[in-house]
Structures are given as C-alpha cells and as structure tokens.
C-alpha cells in the first residue's frame, strides 16, 4: 500500500500536470471571489455560471477541434447572432420552430463550408477566413432584422428556454451532451485521430492517406452547425433575435481552449481540459462582474488571461521540443 505522500505524489500523472494547474487555478478563482463577495459560492450563482458558460462551452468545442487540427475561426460570435436572428425573423414571418431551427442549421452549415472553401481552395489562412466570415456575417445579422431586435412571440420556441432538468436549463445540457458526444468522437474514433494527425503533420497525415481538407472541410461545418445551434438556444433564452449579441465569443471561446492545454500549434490537446478552461474563464467573467469591475477594466483582464494562455502554451510547446529531443539523444 502506498504511502500518503507517494500517493499524492501520482496525483500529477494521473491527472496530468497541465489539468492539475487548472483545476488549482478554478479552486483560486472561487477563493478569491467568495471572499470579495460571499455569494460567488451560492447554488444560484453556480447555476448562472453554468447558464454563462454553455454558449461559450459550444463555441469551445467546435475551436477545441480546429485548433488541434492546427486552424482556428473567428466568426463564430457572428454566427451565433446571425442564427439567432434568422430563426427568430423565420418563426415572426409564419414558420414552425421546428422549420426554423432546421432551416437555421443548413445556413450554419453553409457558413461553416463556406469557411472551409476560402481555407481549403482559395488558399487564405484561416485568421485572415473567417475575420473575413465574421464581418459579413455580422452585416447579415444586421441586414436580415433592418438592424433592431427580433422580439419571438412563438410559444414553443420560448419554451426552449422554460424546459429545466435537475434545476439546470436546456442551455446547459444542450452544452453538457455536446462536450460528452464531441469529447468521446475526439478521443476514441478514427475521425477524432485523424484530427490530431492533421495538426501534427499536415504533409505526413497526407501520406498516410488522410485527407486533410476533407478534414478541416467537416471541422468548420460542425462549427457552423454548433454556433447555428448556440444561436438559437441564446435568442429562445433572450426571447428575441439581437444582430449586435455575441461580440468577442470567440475570444472567450479560444481563451479557454488554449487554457485547457490545447496547443496553438495544432496535435495536442482535449475535451477535458477545455471544460476546465470553460468554467475557468467564465468564474473569473462572473467574479469580476460580481465585484464591480468596471466593464473596460474587465476587458483588460481578459487580454491578460488569453496572454497568459498564449504564454503557457508557448512554454508546454517548448517542453514538448526538449523533451523529444532529450529523448532522441538517448535513443541514439
């Protein structure tokens, strides 16, 4: 039987050291909020957290796939207010929800192949892509409504946002399944492998016989599909269609990915540490809020957060270079 602090000592391992330091990272957060206001740690507040993070959840695991696979995508913040607003302006003008929803998902789609085509045949990289898709998205949004709010009267739509299971709203289970459905696809089928061999070695992936923009091509359709879905499930909780919501989502979305330990660099990375990086940055979102941080001191703070995820990548992305090196010196 192992001693107490041998077995401490495995902690590291069978966590893994990056998750370990997130998970004492969340425990500082909820010290340090609770303490400048007692009810950070209240079951209610909980709750909002969660509320909070299941749009910035989603969004998260569509970036969790494209940054392993070594891209990213800037529009989603665009596309979450543009599928709440379509779906919205569709039920107002006589259409079923269930239409809407259906009808909003192939535009997320079409959005999310229509990204792939600038990266995979125009050859843009896919930063300059999808600011590109964030920009004309977002005229859309505005466009579609004449730039105000679409108000949803429909009954089952607004019911979206009444359904609560276990206290938790549809919002957050729609979050929870996503991460169990995209986390399990990513770590144990062919496709969630073929990701990482993407962002590993683009040019050794291809000789391998993997198809790396057929890849990348269902990467940004499913991101499309998830922020089509995240859009919907935001305006039934809004009750309206609002074109000028979700600025910066993908801010916070690829905060928590880099933070969760994927790597920018593309190959490395997980579901589980990008639900860490979730709750993470959305306890630090709600703790600043929750202690009158002015709102322009609130964007500072997040700049320094991606910052510090950006630096901490760099820094685990060195380590992986030394280490492999070491280690092939001592195989010679």
């Known amino acids: 039987m192992k001693k107490p602090v041998a077995a401490l000592a495995d902690i590291p391992r069978i966590i893994g050291s990056d998750k370990l330091i ?3 990272a969340i425990v500082v957060v909820f010290v340090l909020f609770t303490s400048l206001n007692k009810n950070f740690l209240t079951t209610t507040n909980i709750i909002n957290i969660l509320v909070a993070s299941s749009l910035v959840g989603l969004v998260a695991i569509g970036e969790t796939y494209l940054v ?3 891209h990213v995508d800037l529009s989603p913040g665009s596309i979450v207010a543009f599928s709440g607003v379509l779906s919205a302006l569709l039920v107002s003008r006589g259409a079923s929800f269930y239409e809407a929803f259906a009808l909003t998902l192939l535009c997320g789609a079409f959005i999310g192949l229509a990204n792939s085509c600038m990266v995979n045949v125009i050859r843009l990289e896919p930063f300059i892509a999808t600011l ?4 004309i998205v977002r005229g859309f949004a505005y ?3 004449g730039g105000k709010p679409i108000a949803i009267r429909d009954a089952t739509f607004l019911e979206v946002s009444r359904i609560v299971f276990l206290k938790l709203p549809l919002s957050v289970w729609v979050t929870i399944i996503g991460f169990a459905i ?3 696809i990513l770590a144990r089928t062919k496709f969630g492998r073929s990701i990482y061999a993407v962002g590993g070695n683009k040019v050794a992936a291809r000789l391998a016989g993997l198809n790396p923009q057929r890849i990348m091509t269902a990467c940004y359709v499913t991101m499309g599909i998830i922020c089509a879905i995240g859009g919907t499930v935001f305006a039934a909780r809004m009750n309206s269609g609002q074109p000028a919501g979700n600025v910066n989502l993908e801010f916070d979305a690829i905060t928590a990915v880099i933070l969760g330990g994927v790597s920018f660099a593309g190959g490395v990375g997980t579901m589980g540490g990008t639900i860490l990086g979730v709750i993470l940055i959305q306890s630090f979102n709600t703790g600043l809020t929750m202690v009158d941080v002015q709102s322009f001191w609130q964007y500072v703070a ?7 995820a950006l630096t901490s990548d760099y820094i685990r992305k060195s380590n992986r270079e030394k280490n ?3 280690e092939s010196k001592m195989n010679k």
């Open 182 to 184: 995209f986390g399990f």
């Open 68 to 70: 392993i696979a070594g």
């Open 324 to 326: 492999l090196l070491l």
């Open 302 to 308: 997040r700049g320094g957060l991606l910052l510090f």
């Open 132 to 135: 590109v898709a964030q920009s």
């Open 22 to 24: 997130l998970i004492i």
């Open 143 to 145: 466009i579609i409504c």
